[in-house]
């Protein structure tokens, strides 16, 4: 499986774009990077996922380098309510159809006025 | 709001007694899997269920076992709890091969 790194926290000031980094050099061709966030004593939330293009929706956009071994997850204007704890992870999916996630520690954002 | 429901909020239990957390899945989500986060880390995978049978397992030992019923819920039995047991357990529920887990907000268990 491969493995995530990811700063311990980050700070950003509210309606400041923040910038998440991560680096996933053992990935393999097959395996998508998607983000989680943990909002204090709430189950983690899907925030995005992508395989080699660039992505966006409603709450993120994910850019990933090209040769895969990085990405950043932008969240593009920063609420105090996205204070949280974001989660960078390679998507294991095995011939059975298991799908287990493999988090790591994640980035500790905090949000401030 | 997810849709996914946990039993119970809390729970407190002495160590060598046995336990069991229920999970009630998003409509129409047929895969269930079970986490167990320890305080300060991230998430582990215990396992997954899929139409009532075990379909794939974290590295946990067997006195964790778990169920999925023909509604889809799920349990999770843990015996001969050990302090280290301690943590926040989660469920989270996906229709099979679907890129994204719907988590509930976890049951706190501690182990004294």
């Known amino acids: 499986d491969a493995k995530t790194t990811q700063p311990t926290s980050m700070d950003c000031a509210e309606g400041r774009a923040a910038n998440l980094p991560c680096n996933h050099s053992?990935?393999?061709?097959?395996?998508?990077v998607y983000w989680y966030r943990q909002i204090h004593s709430q189950g983690p939330q899907y925030i995005i996922h992508?395989?080699?293009n660039n992505e966006t929706n409603e709450m993120a956009s994910l850019i990933i380098t090209e040769d895969r071994k990085s990405s950043t997850l932008i969240l593009p204007h920063a609420t105090l309510r996205d204070t949280a704890v974001y989660y960078c992870?390679?998507?294991?999916?095995?011939?059975?159809?298991?799908?287990?996630?493999?988090f790591g520690t994640g980035t500790r954002l905090q949000v401030f006025p | 709001e997810t849709g996914v429901t946990q039993s119970p909020t809390h729970l407190i239990k002495t160590r060598g007694q046995q336990v069991t957390l229920r999970c009630s899945s998003q409509?129409?989500?047929?895969?269930v899997s079970w986490y167990q986060q320890a305080l300060g880390q991230g998430p582990q995978f215990i396992f997954q269920?899929?139409?009532?049978?075990?379909?794939g397992r974290g590295n946990f030992p067997p006195r964790f076992s778990g169920l999925q019923f023909p509604n889809y819920s799920s349990e999770l039995n843990v015996n001969a709890l050990e302090l280290d047991d301690s943590a926040l357990y989660l469920c989270?529920?996906?229709?099979?091969?679907?890129?994204?887990?719907?988590f509930g907000p976890g049951t706190r268990l501690t182990v004294t």
């Open positions: 992870i390679v998507r294991v999916a095995n011939p059975s159809g298991t799908d287990k996630l493999i």
């Open positions: 053992t990935i393999s061709g097959n395996e998508y």
């Open positions: 409509s129409g989500h047929n895969t």
């Open positions: 269920y899929y139409r009532e049978e075990e379909n």
């Open positions: 989270a529920s996906s229709p099979q091969y679907s890129y994204e887990q719907y």
């Open positions: 992508g395989l080699k």
